[in-house]
């Protein structure tokens, strides 16, 4: 269930949907608060002959006149109905955005009328639904410029959602990073349902290989525990040519003081053997060494390997909704 949230976070989801919407004139109506009684009743005549066609699964027809609604009087009870005549055609994509975005309307609107409450409950879980029907992609663009744009699936993103991830039907589709002046960049990624990989692309140059996450986690990015792998291989290393030096410099001490115990006996051994037994002290000692760097350097490459494992992500309270022409926060605040 959505939690109700705070006025000063509804504020700041309020101001950053609205300074995100896409310009486009007359495409979204005024909000429901602020509606003249006849702009209510010629939203409310659209949005019932919406739900007519709906209920006859004339989905397209209704689409339009929900559509119609929503320009006159911005109602997330007309967007519910959007996304979810986009799920019944088919566009899975544009059903997920709107119902991330019909939520994040709801919460605005909650406070001031709580029916708007159920709207959001119904959003999320039907949102929800098809979520593992999608897959997603975080993109990375790298040295963009002003003026620079990104296209996945061949729809536009704002700036803000770039490092957010992106709904994609299954299967493949290209990304193209657009800067003015240069030739777009592009690269196609697969996706499969329930998948999430992500891609960097340089807005000036090639782009890279698609890097897919493993199974059960993301993959580490160079600020997280995974950068301890290459130091733990390096300790590891490190260790297993210490115990190589024990080893052999061990097995030279053990041989020459075999040597000198046959030939001196108890006895101290006479000063013509005094090279031979300083040379005996001087393998041991490297030997010793390379005993303490070994047990050093593969203990250490072991608590670094360890510690390079990603952790399991915690389940997150609140959610980015990010559509080609929208980003919202989602969730429980």
Not at 21 to 38: E, Q
Not at 153 to 165: F, M, S, T
Not at 179 to 201: C, H, L, R, S
Not at 289 to 298: A, P
């Amino acid at each position: 269930m959505i939690a109700r949230a705070p006025q000063s976070l509804v504020a700041v989801v309020a101001a950053l949907h609205l300074a995100l919407l896409p310009a486009i004139a007359g495409a979204v109506g005024v909000p429901p608060g602020s509606a003249t009684p006849v702009q209510r009743e010629q939203a409310q005549s659209k949005f019932s002959k919406g739900k007519e066609l709906f209920a006859q699964k004339k989905f397209a027809a209704a689409l339009v006149e929900f559509q119609g609604s929503l320009e006159i009087v911005a109602s997330p009870n007309a967007r519910l109905y959007v996304a979810r005549c986009h799920r019944e055609m088919g566009n899975l994509v544009h059903a997920y955005v709107e119902f991330g975005r019909t939520e994040v309307e709801a919460k605005e609107l909650a406070p001031q009328d709580s029916r708007y409450v159920k709207t959001g409950d119904s959003a999320l879980a039907e949102r929800k639904e098809i979520e593992p029907k999608l897959g997603f992609v975080t993109v990375t663009v790298q040295n963009p410029a002003e003026n620079t744009t990104l296209k996945i699936g061949g729809e536009e993103w704002r700036r803000a959602g770039w490092n957010e991830p992106a709904p994609l039907m299954p299967g493949t589709n290209e990304i193209v990073v657009e800067t003015p002046g240069k030739e777009p960049v592009k690269k196609t990624v697969t996706v499969a349902a329930g998948e999430k990989t992500t891609a960097t692309i340089d807005a000036g140059g090639p782009a890279s290989p698609v890097v897919t996450p493993p199974p059960g986690g993301d993959k580490p990015t160079p600020s997280e525990p995974g950068d301890y792998r290459t130091y733990a291989y390096i300790a590891g290393g490190v260790g297993v040519a210490g115990l190589a030096t024990f080893g052999i410099f061990g097995a030279l001490a053990a041989s020459r003081w075999s040597t000198i115990k046959d030939e001196c006996g108890n006895s101290p051994c006479p000063p013509a053997k005094r090279e031979y037994v300083e040379g005996g002290q001087t393998q041991q000692r490297i030997a010793n060494v390379g005993l303490v760097i070994g047990i050093i350097g593969v203990a250490t490459g072991v608590t670094l390997f360890v510690l390079s494992k990603p952790k399991k992500p915690s389940e997150p309270t609140t959610s980015a909704v990010v559509g080609p022409s929208f980003i919202g926060l989602s969730g429980t605040f």
